[in-house]
């Protein structure tokens, strides 16, 4: 591979006019310079797609492509479609990457001859305080290695057996740069069974079929969240058809770790750990937006698989974080207590909200009295 190498950037674009022009400065003022940033605009109301037309006019590495609304994953597989990089990365419309993000990785995966690269992320807070959100070594991976030191890590998040306190690892594709003869060689693209789950199976894809990836320890990406940005709506749609979407999701996942010859007692365990992760999501759903009558919930419940397979199976592997739900709500779920389970979610949710409205007023007082 020649050693200045073209990068397509994709960049889904939806809604986003208090902040589409700030993140395509932010691209375009990259130190790599062989680049082009492709924007899909999927169907914007407000006036981002006007502004993405005055950003491409002023510079020929943008290219501008609208389409009718289909969601994120769906706009992000236009751009695979259009792209004409030899390598490949994703951004979100309201994110920020250090300008030096696509020089160090494009120098690492040409150098390491890898087909992606990873770097670490961080949340900014509203103070400027940076919280690393995801975090890797230097390192290359052969495809063993990238089984069981990045894949299961990843799918067994949170949970001890699978856990290297040196990496944090989330489903997240904007901290990769991956190599495009990959990507159509092996039919990489995005799935959308649950609305913000679409990295998910990128990654998973990535993770399986790649022979070499390389990562870096350097946190080079800044994920904002923003009430108004598009994986922010796709989490308020999660309600829809839950049980359908988590369970046709687990389907898929368990199906690609049987094509990969993953052991079955993995495969058993990762099915243990989706359907604990489905109960809670339900549970916390209903809590939301509760418009059922608890009678309705309870039966409801009750004839959920999840709920149904907690009943049978072993405590394979034990969980180390949400300490309260993991002693109190599913075993209660796992001993049919779901009445219980339910109300005791809504409580957590409620003391939650409770402490941090308290919180926030007594700050608010301290300022004023400051004056």
């Not at 693209?189 to 870096?216: G, N, P, R």
Request: aromatic share 10%.
């Amino acid at each position: 591979m020649k050693p200045n190498a073209k990068l397509s950037i994709i960049l889904p674009v939806f809604n986003g006019e208090k902040y589409i022009e700030n993140t395509i400065n932010n691209i375009i003022n990259s130190s790599y310079k062989n680049l082009e940033l492709l924007l899909i605009d999927d169907g914007s109301t407000d006036s981002s797609y006007e502004i993405c037309k005055i950003c491409a006019a002023s510079n020929n590495k943008i290219q501008l492509f609208h389409k009718k609304n289909g969601g994120i994953a769906d706009a992000r597989n236009y751009g695979l479609d259009h792209a004409t990089g030899e390598y490949i990365a994703f951004c979100d419309q309201d994110d920020e990457i250090d300008c030096d993000m696509y020089q160090r990785m494009m120098d690492r995966i040409l150098s390491d001859g890898s087909q992606a690269v990873l770097c670490g992320c961080y949340r900014k807070k509203k103070n400027g305080k940076k919280i690393i959100y995801e975090r890797y070594e230097d390192k290359i991976y052969n495809k063993e290695q990238i089984k069981n030191e990045l894949f299961f890590p990843m799918m067994f998040r949170g949970f001890e057996v699978y856990t290297n306190k040196e990496i944090i690892i989330y489903p997240t594709i904007w901290k990769c740069i991956i190599e495009r003869k990959l990507i159509i060689e092996e039919h990489l693209k995005f799935f959308s069974f649950v609305s913000h789950e679409d990295d998910l199976i990128m990654m998973l894809q990535l993770f399986l079929k790649a022979d070499q990836i390389s990562t870096l320890s350097d946190i080079l990406y800044c994920w904002n969240t923003n009430m108004e940005s598009e994986t922010y709506h796709c989490r308020k749609k999660y309600h829809d058809n839950l049980e359908v979407k988590q369970q046709k999701l687990t389907n898929y996942i368990i199906n690609e770790f049987e094509q990969s010859g993953i052991q079955r007692r993995i495969i058993s365990e990762y099915n243990y750990v989706q359907q604990c992760h489905n109960v809670l999501a339900l549970l916390d759903n209903l809590a939301a937006s509760n418009k059922e009558s608890l009678f309705r919930i309870v039966k409801r419940l009750k004839r959920e698989p999840s709920v149904i397979y907690l009943q049978i199976t072993d405590d394979i592997i034990k969980p180390t974080k949400g300490f309260i739900r993991n002693t109190l709500v599913i075993p209660l779920v796992r001993k049919k207590h779901i009445l219980i389970a339910f109300l005791l979610n809504i409580c957590i949710d409620r003391i939650r909200f409770w402490v941090e409205k308290h919180y926030i007023a007594e700050r608010i007082e301290r300022m004023l009295k400051k004056r």
